[in-house]
């Protein structure tokens, strides 16, 4: 008799039996399907390993989408891993995205944005100080946007709500900290250009001022009046035309 081939047992140990290439492709998969940055203690969980393991394998996936000029990076953003379009492939990118899409924000928006962003935790009265202007308006748009949110309470009179960025402000901007923000001192003029423009406001204020060119008018046409016109110019004294005789006009009764 020929004997029968040994039916293969149900794996019961689940995906955290599976090979590092499976672990791999998984990891993938999951991250590409969430619709923001994946957690890494989330996605332990679910593949049945460590977040260390998580971390080894997603850096690795990272420098392999680098290493093929993909079209894709594999990002570390406010603390999980996220697929996001290469910066080569922007020019493309925001033709599809702003396509038709008129909700960008503001000028002012984005002010009020970045000092929310470097002065975090603020009051609103304090943005409006710094901006010059009331910021209720752009604030209530930041909220509702999600960039911003109430984050404390400032413990001194009257308690005012402190404001500070959300976690979606992280993931808009593509940072994984605030720490990861550019530093104020990179926006600051250097020492070079402040002195040119004070030495060029300096030469501005010293230099001599020329006076008018004399401006050429004619006195009032008085041909009705008998009076010929004639040209006149700044500091000479204009001449009042000589009328000739009032009319008789009758006595009044």
Known sequence: MTAEPPVEEPDEAGPGAASSDELRRALEALIMVSDQPADPALLAELLGIDVATVDELAGNLATEFAERSSGFVLARVAGGWRFESHPDCAPWVERYVLAGQSTRLSAAALETLAIIAYKQPISRAQVSAVRG???????????????????????????????????????????????????????????????????????????????????????????????EARPVSNGEQQESPELSDPPDWPDPQ
């Open 133 to 227: 202007v009331n910021a209720d308006g752009v604030i209530r748009t930041l909220t509702q946007r999600g960039y911003i949110d109430e984050i404390a309470r400032d413990p001194g009179p009257g308690q005012a709500v402190l404001l500070g960025t959300t976690r979606d402000f992280l993931e808009r901007m593509g940072l994984d900290s605030l720490e990861e923000l550019p530093g104020v001192a990179d926006f600051v003029p250097g020492p070079e250009v402040v002195e040119a423009l004070e030495r060029g406001l300096a030469l501005d204020a010293t230099e001599p001022i020329d006076p008018p060119e004399p401006v050429v008018g004619h006195i009032a046409d008085g041909a009705a009046n008998g009076v």
